[in-house]
């Protein structure tokens, strides 16, 4: 048992939530795994039930457990860590990574796009887009809401085709002959809004990341807007930065 230090300058609730941080990381507590109850964490490490649940609190905060209503506390799925640098879609990430990917779509059909929309799209006021919404989940789990606007012009007939089991990029490429080889995208934090909450089967208030992406094709063709809300809980995002130093110049 691992002894919290009465004299240590962190308080026990910071030296609690390292200790089941670690034993988390380490895999010593096993995704999905219960956690001891608040009366048996108190009797192990000998603090009170204040100093308990601060550490949960952080827990819960960082994504490492999850709490079910008259269930217990359980430990987190690790996130996914989801690499800034190559163009991939939901599906080829997830089968990369060795999961099941699937999706359930909200809607799909055609709509003429707003002016908003159209200046996104850098395209006449009035264009036909594609409006396609889903789910997308991995093993089950819903990891993300994603909306995406397409000119019809440039897939024409797309929504004869499933989405709910088809890739999105994979038609685009084998069909049509677009390959999507860069995007501009921003991400940020934020809150999941109430439909968000009930989509991801998420308990409020549950950070997400939101992300907009504009997507290029290999002739330079901005073929795509992607609005997706992801699991704050089940993800992030790391790239790879270098000093101007290393940045070579034309």
Do not use: W
């Given at each position: 048992?691992?002894?919290?230090?009465?004299?240590?300058?962190?308080?026990?609730?910071?030296?609690?939530?390292?200790?089941l941080r670690a034993d988390?990381?380490?895999?010593?507590?096993?995704?999905?795994?219960?956690?001891?109850?608040?009366?048996?964490l108190c009797a192990r490490?000998?603090?009170?039930?204040?100093?308990?649940?601060?550490?949960?609190?952080?827990?819960?905060?960082?994504?490492?457990?999850?709490?079910?209503?008259?269930?217990?506390?359980?430990?987190?799925?690790?996130?996914?860590?989801?690499?800034?640098?190559?163009?991939?879609?939901?599906?080829?990430?997830?089968?990369?990574?060795?999961?099941?990917?699937?999706?359930?779509?909200?809607?799909?059909?055609?709509?003429?796009?707003?002016?908003?929309?159209?200046?996104?799209?850098?395209?006449?006021?009035?264009?036909?887009?594609?409006?396609?919404?889903?789910?997308?989940?991995?093993?089950?789990?819903?990891?993300?809401?994603?909306?995406?606007?397409?000119?019809?012009?440039?897939?024409?007939?797309?929504?004869?085709?499933?989405?709910?089991?088809?890739?999105?990029?994979?038609?685009?490429?084998?069909?049509?002959?677009?390959?999507?080889?860069?995007?501009?995208?921003?991400?940020?934090?934020?809150?999941?809004?109430?439909?968000?909450?009930?989509?991801?089967?998420?308990?409020?208030?549950?950070?997400?990341?939101?992300m907009e992406r504009l997507?290029?094709?290999?002739?330079?063709?901005?073929?795509?807007?992607?609005?997706?809300?992801?699991?704050?809980?089940?993800?992030?995002?790391?790239?790879?930065?270098?000093?101007?130093?290393?940045?070579?110049?034309?």
């Amino acid at each position: 048992m691992t002894r919290l230090k009465r004299n240590h300058p962190l308080p026990l609730y910071v030296q609690l939530y390292d200790t089941l941080r670690a034993d988390i990381n380490a895999r010593r507590l096993k995704p999905h795994q219960q956690l001891p109850s608040e009366r048996e964490l108190c009797a192990r490490f000998r603090v009170s039930r204040m100093t308990i649940r601060q550490a949960l609190v952080e827990l819960t905060r960082d994504g490492l457990i999850y709490s079910r209503a008259g269930k217990g506390t359980f430990v987190s799925e690790p996130k996914i860590d989801q690499q800034l640098k190559t163009l991939t879609g939901f599906t080829q990430d997830m089968r990369a990574r060795g999961n099941s990917p699937s999706s359930r779509v909200l809607e799909a059909k055609l709509q003429v796009a707003t002016d908003d929309l159209a200046q996104i799209l850098r395209a006449p006021p009035g264009t036909e887009t594609v409006l396609l919404s889903r789910v997308r989940l991995t093993d089950g789990v819903p990891l993300a809401v994603e909306t995406v606007h397409l000119p019809h012009s440039y897939c024409p007939n797309l929504l004869r085709h499933d989405f709910a089991v088809e890739s999105l990029y994979d038609v685009l490429e084998r069909e049509y002959g677009h390959r999507l080889t860069r995007a501009e995208q921003t991400i940020e934090a934020a809150l999941a809004s109430p439909r968000d909450l009930a989509l991801l089967q998420l308990a409020p208030p549950a950070p997400v990341l939101v992300m907009e992406r504009l997507t290029f094709t290999d002739q330079d063709v901005l073929i795509e807007y992607v609005q997706s809300t992801y699991r704050g809980d089940r993800y992030k995002f790391r790239s790879a930065l270098a000093t101007r130093s290393d940045v070579r110049t034309a």
